[in-house]
C-alpha cells in the first residue's frame, strides 16, 4: 500500500530513547521509516478487519451467504452492458504461467 500526493502533513511523535536509537541505526530517514511502519501497519489492520468482517457478517449480507454466485448474478439488475464499453476498442489478454498477462 502506497499513499501518493503533494499534501505533506508536519506531525510530532515522541518515542521512547532507546526505540530511537534503535530507528536510527537502521534508517537514515526517520520520516521514510515511520511512513513505511505506519502504511505496513494500516494494510495490517485492514486485513484484520476483513478477516473480522468475515467471521461476523453484517446481518443484511447473511440473507445471500448460501447462494451460489449464479443465483446471486440474477439479483442484479438487468443492465444493458453493452454501452459499458467499446469492443472495437479492446484489447484482448490471456494469462501466461510465470510471466503474467499478455496481449492477443
Given amino acids: 500500500m502506497r ?22 541505526r537502521r534508517s537514515k530517514n526517520r520520516s521514510a521509516f515511520v511512513q513505511e511502519a505506519v502504511l505496513r501497519e494500516i494494510g495490517r489492520r485492514v486485513r484484520l478487519e476483513l478477516l473480522d468482517s468475515g467471521r461476523n457478517p453484517h446481518p443484511e449480507t447473511l ?3 448460501g447462494e451460489s454466485l449464479d443465483e446471486w448474478a440474477t ?13 472495437k476498442k479492446v484489447t484482448p489478454l490471456r494469462w ?3 510471466k503474467g498477462w499478455k496481449r492477443g
Fill in 3 to 24: 499513499i501518493q500526493g503533494t499534501n505533506v502533513e508536519r506531525v510530532t511523535v515522541s518515542l521512547p530513547a532507546d526505540l530511537l536509537l534503535e530507528l536510527d
Fill in 63 to 65: 440473507a445471500y451467504a
Fill in 75 to 87: 439479483m442484479l439488475p438487468k443492465e444493458d452492458t453493452t454501452k459499458m464499453y467499446d469492443p
Fill in 96 to 98: 501466461i504461467e510465470g
